[in-house]
């Protein structure tokens, strides 16, 4: 099943599909090691949603939702 990061519950993991967005925040996001075939652990959310804190290649990093609904995985699947 296919979701977008955004959309994740705390605990749920995925292995990234897509990357979208504009060139500047896609450009970003690849910086960061948010690749294609990534995995992704969602560790936390701010009290209000936004921030959410995620585990990807062995380190942890906070992305705003705006940036999260960028990135598509496959969830339910190792």
Do not use: C
Not at 5 to 24: A, P, Y
Not at 25 to 35: Q, S
């Amino acid at each position: 099943m296919q979701k977008k990061l955004s959309e994740f519950i705390i605990g749920e993991e995925g292995i990234v599909i897509k990357v979208e967005g504009e060139k500047h925040i896609r450009r970003r996001l690849f910086d960061m090691g948010i690749t294609p075939g990534a995995n992704i652990f969602l560790r936390k959310k701010a009290p209000m949603g936004d921030p959410i804190e995620i585990n990807v290649r062995n380190y942890e990093l906070t992305l705003r939702l705006v940036e999260a609904d960028n990135i598509t995985l496959e969830v339910g699947k190792k």
